[in-house]
């Protein structure tokens, strides 16, 4: 019976001991969140991925809500979001960016000419929700030819790239792919090809 009860003692003392380990290891709630833990959580949030590497994930509509993806993405975000998109009609999205930048976050928007223009004459709300925020900045390309990107670079280390555009269709509806990496080389390359768009001297400066 002492047998037993020394068993007992034991277990307990055992467990008492690892709960106070894991509590001691629980990041507190201002804890700065590592970006290889934002790219696992949007995974769990999204359980369709339809192909995963080791730091990239594929996902396509209309099997996957994008636009669930990419409010993920922008909520997650700390310093910076870079955003090249064609289309943007998006009003959750436009709410996530606002968030965003109401917590501090810069976010910069590059956006084709043609297409701006369109959705500002039929009265798109994304221009009104996001112009005259603090931390957010609109540049559109000034010549005619295609500015057809669809990606977001989130705080220099999550880029979001594909065929999906910021629409409600887009997300939902269409057929689109779109993929989230942390490859270091396509990073590079999109923060080379984002600073030349953004630095264009003909562009049209919104904000």
């Known amino acids: 019976m002492r047998v037993f009860r020394n068993l007992f003692v034991l277990c307990l003392v055992c467990m008492v001991g690892w709960k106070l380990r894991m509590e001691h290891e629980q990041p507190g709630p201002g804890a700065r969140q590592t970006i290889g833990s934002v790219f696992n959580q949007v995974a769990l949030r999204l359980p369709n991925v339809h192909a995963a590497g080791e730091s990239e994930q594929i996902y396509f509509s209309p099997s996957t809500d994008l ?55 039929r009265r798109v709300q994304v221009l009104a929700l996001l112009s005259r925020r603090p931390n957010v900045h609109i540049r559109v390309k000034g010549s005619d030819e295609l500015m057809h990107q669809k990606a977001m670079l989130v705080d220099g280390a999550v880029l979001r790239d594909g065929s999906g555009n910021w629409s409600v269709s887009a997300a939902r509806y269409q057929d689109n792919q779109v993929s989230v990496t942390q490859n270091p080389q396509q990073i590079e390359a999109f923060v080379r090809d984002f600073a030349a768009m953004w630095s264009r001297p003909d562009n049209l400066l919104e904000q």
């Open 67 to 121: 636009e669930r993806l990419d409010v993920s993405l922008i909520d997650h975000a700390q310093q910076r979001i870079q955003v090249a998109m064609y289309a943007f009609t998006d009003r959750t999205i436009a709410l996530a960016l606002a968030r965003a930048a109401a917590r501090g976050v810069e976010v910069s928007i590059y956006r084709d000419r043609a297409q701006f223009e369109e959705e500002q004459g």
